[in-house]
């Protein structure tokens, strides 16, 4: 899962134009895999998911046929059927052979992605696209074991992609700047809005978003107010639509720990974890998809 939740909470399908991929390869069919998956289908792409095995297939399957329901229900303007007509799964990454973009979408672990990436960019033709939807982790770091990383660059789609309406675009030292045009070019085409960064720890958005998210920890673990005062604060006194524990509970400990470990090597004290994050954690006080966090989701 990457860093952000979206700034709505509400699912919405935007109109898209042309300028999509024709076919586009999905490594990781979790969550942010699913929902970035979900946004190319309804951009008229030819979608290929590459999950580990049968079980993970089958999860991913659901997952997206799940959100194009939801799209249909709300009165997309193509049949479930004509929609799944464009999404497949696979267990190998050869799949992806006549894709010409992937967007790696496996766990926020620099060395998987590192190993996954090579993996992907072996199968692909040289004028392919190969993009991570990284939260945090260097695109430079990442592209140094690439054969092409002028074909590489970052896509960090939020989390739940179908109702985010951002896609931060992250270039690499290498990355060619038609590259950049195009992507921004597809951003566009999913009905979303591109901000383009240069690499450095954190981009624009995890590193800003952390930063407010364990300023608020600090303050519950110094009894400075309860969560849900620190949120109503931000949600009414700086029309944040939803407030920075409410996000990390979203979001997930866990993830927002590992961002603010890997923040906290590059750029210093400022993104010290608080302790609170690291015994909620360590007590299994995930968030939303543990059932509790900040607060109870049951």
Not at 14 to 41: D, Q, S, Y
Not at 74 to 91: C, D, F, N, Q, T
Not at 124 to 137: E, G, K, Q, V, W
């Amino acid at each position: 899962m990457t860093e952000h939740t979206s700034a709505s909470i509400d699912d919405t399908d935007a109109a898209v134009g042309a300028g999509a991929p024709e076919r586009v390869g999905v490594l990781g069919g979790g969550r942010m895999g699913a929902g970035i998956a979900h946004a190319f289908v309804l951009a008229g792409s030819q979608v290929v998911i590459v999950e580990r095995d049968e079980a993970a297939a089958d999860a991913a399957r659901e997952r997206v046929t799940g959100s194009l329901r939801r799209s249909v229900e709300r009165g997309w303007s193509e049949s479930l059927v004509e929609l799944e007509g464009r999404m497949s799964v696979a267990l190998d990454v050869a799949a992806f052979a006549d894709a010409g973009l992937v967007i790696e979408a496996v766990p926020e672990d620099e060395g998987l992605k590192t190993d996954a990436l090579a993996r992907v960019e072996a199968v692909l033709t040289d004028r392919a696209a190969l993009a991570s939807n990284t939260s945090s982790i260097s695109i430079d770091r990442l592209a140094a074991s690439l054969a092409r990383p002028e074909r590489f660059l970052g896509l960090h789609f939020f989390n739940p992609v179908p109702a985010s309406a951002l896609v931060e675009i992250v270039l690499g030292e290498q990355t060619q700047p038609s590259l950049a045009n195009d992507a921004r070019a597809w951003v566009e085409a999913l009905g979303k809005t591109p901000v383009t960064v240069h690499d450095a720890p954190g981009f624009a958005s995890s590193r800003l978003g952390v930063a407010l998210g364990l300023e608020a920890i600090r303050m519950v673990e110094e009894g400075v107010a309860s969560p849900g005062d620190i949120d109503a604060a931000m949600e009414l006194g700086y029309k944040h639509p939803v407030g920075p524990l409410r996000t990390t509970d979203i979001v997930g400990l866990d993830v927002r720990l590992g961002i603010a470990e890997q923040l906290h090597e590059h750029l210093g004290e400022r993104f010290a974890p608080p302790q609170l994050l690291r015994d909620m954690v360590a007590e299994g006080r995930l968030g939303k998809k543990a059932g509790r966090g900040f607060y109870d989701w049951n």
